[in-house]
């Protein structure tokens, strides 16, 4: 069908108008596409390079995760809630037949209060999984190191263009907690 996918990273976009005329890669390619898919995720390619903004919701978290050993004893992605105010929820996704991957997903303010109170991010993500998890009687001692990424809910003011698209995370980044928002009006605050 004519898509040629390359592995490769772009350094430099330039436009014409609302269009993408041409690409630079970092290995010095230059592409001029008939259509660019931006999936590059939060680096946002297109919408950093084109000025396009993006609309900010609710409040900064801290995602916390790690993999382990474990037994699949189940399909799918569990995603476990707490129904306090902390807004506080955690995953538990099998990623082969003997590993897990297991995190969660904490307020900012609340994750920095853990740390000042002198713990460190795997006491946070097991005292989180403990409290949350549906395999909380099992302990997770074979870990991974355990990664962490703030982050804060986005939308693109813009998607699409003349010979281009942003996709994905490219396009927004939305916390399962709050994957809804209704607007009643476009000048009315956002409720989640």
């Known amino acids: 069908t004519g898509v040629e996918l390359v592995t490769d990273h772009v350094v430099d976009v330039e ?36 000025g396009i903004g993006c609309e900010e919701w609710g409040s900064a978290r801290m995602a916390l995760w790690t993999e382990h050993s474990a037994p699949i004893d189940f399909e799918g992605t ?13 995953w538990e996704i099998p990623i082969a037949a003997d590993r897990r991957s297991v ?9 920095q209060e853990q740390r000042r109170d002198g713990h460190n991010a795997d006491e ?14 099992a302990r997770i001692d074979d870990h991974q190191p355990v990664r962490t990424r ?12 003349e010979n281009w698209a942003m996709i994905g995370e490219a396009a927004a980044f939305a916390d399962p907690r709050f994957a809804t928002r ?9 409720t989640e």
């Not at 569990?78 to 506080?88: A, P, Q, S, V, W």
């Not at 995190?103 to 994750?111: A, I, K, N, S, T």
């Not at 703030?150 to 263009?161: K, M």
């Not at 209704?182 to 956002?190: A, G, T, Y």
């Open 15 to 50: 436009y014409d108008g609302d269009r993408i005329a041409s690409l630079a890669t970092r290995s010095g390619k230059r592409f001029e596409p008939a259509w660019f898919i931006d999936a590059s995720g939060r680096r946002r390619l297109i919408g950093r390079s084109a």
């Open 78 to 90: 569990f995603l476990h809630f707490d129904n306090g105010e902390t807004f506080t929820w955690a």
């Open 103 to 111: 995190g969660v997903v904490v307020p900012l303010e609340r994750f």
């Open 124 to 137: 946070i993500l097991m005292h989180h999984l403990t409290r949350l998890c549906r395999s909380a009687d």
């Open 150 to 161: 703030s982050y804060r809910p986005y939308v693109s003011d813009r998607l699409t263009g």
């Open 182 to 190: 209704q607007r009643s009006h476009p000048s009315s605050p956002v």
